[in-house]
């Protein structure tokens, strides 16, 4: 039976994205001047993140890295 490709439901998309971005709970972020912090990446897991972070560390020696645990709260609208 073919599926009915021009009916889209937006609010189970819109869904769908909300879940995959809290999913993303931990960062790396870049100091920079006057210590602010600029989002690198954002990763499912702790060892992902420092693995990344390890990485970039040996990319730029000089830069300065920090792992945060990002939690985005999205506000609740009634």
Not at 15 to 25: D, E, I, K, T, V
Not at 65 to 73: A, G, I, K, T
């Amino acid at each position: 039976m073919p599926q009915n490709t021009d009916y889209k439901d937006t609010k189970s998309e819109n869904q769908a994205l909300a879940y995959r971005n809290r999913l993303n709970g931990w960062a790396i972020a870049r100091v920079v001047a006057n210590q602010e912090r600029v989002i690198v990446g954002r990763f499912r897991s702790r060892s992902n993140a420092d693995g990344y972070m390890q990485h970039l560390r040996q990319l730029t020696p000089d830069a300065s890295f920090e792992l945060v645990f990002d939690c985005q709260r999205e506000e609740v609208v009634i």
